[in-house]
């Protein structure tokens, strides 16, 4: 048996998922589980960021970590 685990948003009934090409023709069971620590995609509640509002402007970034954060999320 050979097991193919895609982590996918499901933002439609019609999926896409080029990594089942090699199964295509074949007898397959798919099974779809919600990941309970999933971040809503959407939300339609306002937050509040007025207690952010005090550091507005100071410049409290360090723009080299900034850059080392952003180029290790690409990974």
């Known amino acids: 048996m050979h097991a193919i685990r895609i982590?996918?948003?499901i933002?439609?009934?019609t999926l896409q998922l080029p990594e089942l090409k090699e199964l295509i023709?074949?007898?397959v069971e798919i099974v779809v589980l919600e990941e309970p620590t999933s971040?809503?995609?959407q939300s339609t509640e306002k937050r509040d960021y007025s207690a952010l509002?005090?550091?507005?402007?100071q410049g409290l970034i360090d723009p080299e970590v900034y850059k080392e954060l952003r180029a290790a999320s690409m990974i």
Do not use: L, M, V, W
Not at 53 to 57: D, L, N, P, Q, T
């Open 7 to 9: 982590h996918r948003y």
């Open 11 to 13: 933002n439609s009934e």
């Open 25 to 27: 023709g074949k007898d």
């Open 39 to 41: 971040p809503p995609r």
């Open 53 to 57: 509002a005090h550091i507005a402007g």
